[in-house]
């Protein structure tokens, strides 16, 4: 037993070092911060446990960190420090209650902004003009990547004279912050990389690292950078007085920094802060995992200090890590709505961002194969937002030649049909059964689901026991249930049995997008569903379109447009639809909404204070306007939110697209300031 746990460590040390050289000397990720702290954790417990397996050399006893040695190295003025991370209030609290302690009072405000996750540089201003940029290197050392930095559109080569702040204007003033790639950019370049047939970039803050240290900064001016200020430093601390100043400051000097970054009067406004931010900031164009909180006063955090790289006065608060590793117990397949045949990892059940994962979806047999998963692996398993967690990577150095290689199995598991590819190049397999029960059970789930048909109390098991009473065997067949019928189930009573058979007749007339969504066609999400109905009115007319019809719908693609057309001549499905008919329902036609914004065009682009894109949406459509997803000519109105990209407004302003801010567009949708005029 000893030996195998003296072995286990080796390999984790082995793994976990790297990881550690990778990130910290090539500045390349081999995993996750996440990942290699669950790692760590297991090696920690078995040192615990077994101190005589300690090594000198092994992780847990040692820091490390090199500057690369290609670009110019250049020292800091100051030390450019890490955080000390905090993860949950108990941990915040006794924070503030350690340097009240030091400070001598409990007075003192916060300032907090979020955590982004790319990678620290330092802009020096000579008199205005920058002078240098430097990336973090070890804290004291980095690298001088000025000549990338000036390709970065959002960091001005000149500081803007702004009236209050000429006194940056003269000497040395460094500005400090992130260099990040925004999601939708990343996004973008992987999508072109795809259509190339070259591999995906495994993330935003590895690309925007790898970016920052090409050598031709050609290169990196072809991939969109940019960079977020959080600290300005001058050689007199009196001209900085807090972080609100600074950050301030810094906008007026013409950088950018976080808007949602504000301060705090008391802790408790901290955790309120986080609180709200834990989900939000997934709709930030960045990525980030937590929030930084400093003390406001720029004399207390002095005062406070430094201890080891990090100073007394801040913290990372940290939100639940989203990636755990683990072991794959087995690997088997499971059956969708569209019958696709996926592959899911059961795991030993691990945390993962506050909930216990078992399960892991490993996407279809190719990237099973790509990733080379196997049972008995130990895996890095990830959740992000509301996605069924997944399968990223197994960690092949920690095999030791028991596991096995899954091999895709030739007929649905549960109906034992033969599994098919439509073309030989589609990734999936599918069960073509439709009447496949794993395939109507999430069906019929799917329609009666909170964004499609929204029944209540139609979830998973009462699908499920219907099915198995042979009471329903489609969508369609839930409006032939009666009450008597459930009565003959042991889940329902007699008030149980109404409430359902009520919720289910409520639904008769639905809403013309949300019965299309219901259908479950592949590719069709609410959005899409949205632009079917607004744009041909009937299911009827949307069941005629041919693909060159369904293409004219803005934000409709080929492959969009091929999956409605297919759905819609599948005999299966005609008979699905005409059922319904039989049964009285009857999707109610999308109507003209008349409102304020009849006839009108807006776009919303960069992020709103306010509101997430989609809520702009939907308030858009609920007053008449259409919402469009990018500008046109028939585009009336551009909504700039925060963090615009210039290409944006050019190609408005070209079309001569009238813009206006968020005040303006709050003004245009809430009808009680419109109602005021
Ligand atoms: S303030 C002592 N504000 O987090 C450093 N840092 O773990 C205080 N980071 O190296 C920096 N977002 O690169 C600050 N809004 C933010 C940040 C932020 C990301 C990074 C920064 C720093 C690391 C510290």
Known sequence: MAENLAERAAKLRELINDYRYNYHVLNKSIMSEAAADSLKHELTQIEEAHPELITPDSPTQRVAGEPLPQFKKIQHS??????????????????VKRIAKMAGRDDFEFFMDVKMDGLACALVYQDGVLAQGITRGDGFVGEDVTANIRTIESVPLRLRKAK????????????????????????????????????????????????IRQLDPKLVAARPLQFHAYDLLRQDGSETPTNEFIYQAIRELGLVANLVAKIAKRPQDVIKFAKTWEEKRKSLPFNTDGLVVKVNDRQLQARLGVVGKAPRGAVAFKYPAEQATTKVKDIFVSIGRTGSATPVA?????????????????????????????????????????????????????????????????????????????????????????????RSWKQIEHFASKAALDIDGLGEKNVIALIKAGLIKDPADIYKVTKEDLLKLDRFADISANKLVQAIQAKKYPLLERFIYGLGIRHVGTQTAIDLATHFKTLRQVSNSTIDELSEVEGIGEVVAEAIVEWFAEPQNKKLLEKFKKFGVEPEPAKEIKGPLSGKNLVVTGSLDSMSREAAGERIRALGGTFQSSVGKETDYLVVGANVGASKLAKAKKLGTKQIDEEEFLKLVDPALTADK
């Not at 100051?78 to 924070?95: I, P």
């Not at 099973?368 to 990830?382: F, L, M, S, W």
């Open 78 to 95: 100051g030390r450019m420090l890490s955080l000390n991370d905090v993860f949950s209030e108990d941990e915040f609290y006794a924070w």
């Open 164 to 211: 209050g702040y000429e006194n940056f204007l003269t000497g040395r003033t460094e500005i400090r912050g992130e260099i990040v790639m925004y999601k939708k950019d990343f996004e973008k370049l992987n999508q072109e990389r795809e259509k190339q047939a070259l591999p995906r970039f495994a993330n935003p803050r590895n690309l925007a690292a790898g970016t």
């Open 346 to 438: 059961m795991l030993e059940p691990v945390l993962v961002a506050g909930s216990t994962v078992q399960m892991a979806t490993l996407h279809n047999e190719g990237e099973v194969q790509r990733k080379d998963i196997r049972i008995g692996d130990t895996v890095i398993v990830q959740k992000a937002g509301d996605v069924i967690p997944e399968v990223v990577e197994p960690l092949v150095k920690l095999r030791d030649g028991s596991e096995k290689k899954f091999v895709m199995p030739t007929h649905c598991p549960d109906c034992n049909t033969r599994l098919v590819k439509a073309k030989e190049t589609e990734a999936v397999w599918r069960c073509p059964n439709n009447a496949c029960p794993s």
